[in-house]
Nanobody, 123 residues
């Protein structure tokens, strides 16, 4: 229905920056709630940041002031700008988008996840 493709992960040094992108593909997509989640080795997946269709954002305390979530509705894309990265930010990052899209016979609700992108912060 709606597929999400993530990009932008990689290896960076502590204090560095990285920008993740998540592009949604489908028909007549309307993104309502978008978010980034991460899962570190041996830990549960946790929310990092969310943004609504009207631009309301929420951040985990651990990333507040360092990460910025944004979206480009015209491009069906969600971004996560990560700055002042720390080793504890190392994780697989997943994007999630909830909204509506055109199905075979009409608009349908979707809740899609990206494939995950590895972010490694290390010297």
């Amino acid at each position: 229905q709606v597929q999400l493709v993530e990009s932008g992960g990689g290896l960076v040094q502590p204090g560095g920056s990285l920008r993740l992108s998540c592009v949604a593909s489908g028909s007549a997509i309307s993104m309502n709630v978008m978010g980034w989640y991460r899962q570190a080795p041996g830990k549960q997946r946790e929310p990092v940041a969310t943004i609504t269709n009207i631009g309301i954002t929420n951040y985990a305390d651990s990333v507040q002031g360092r990460f910025t979530i944004s979206r480009d509705t015209a491009k069906n894309t969600v971004y996560l700008q990560m700055s002042s990265l720390k080793p504890e930010d190392t994780a697989i990052y997943y994007c999630n988008i909830r909204g509506t899209a055109m199905g075979d016979i009409g608009l349908r609700i979707f809740d899609s996840w990206g494939q995950g992108t590895q972010v490694t912060v290390s010297s």
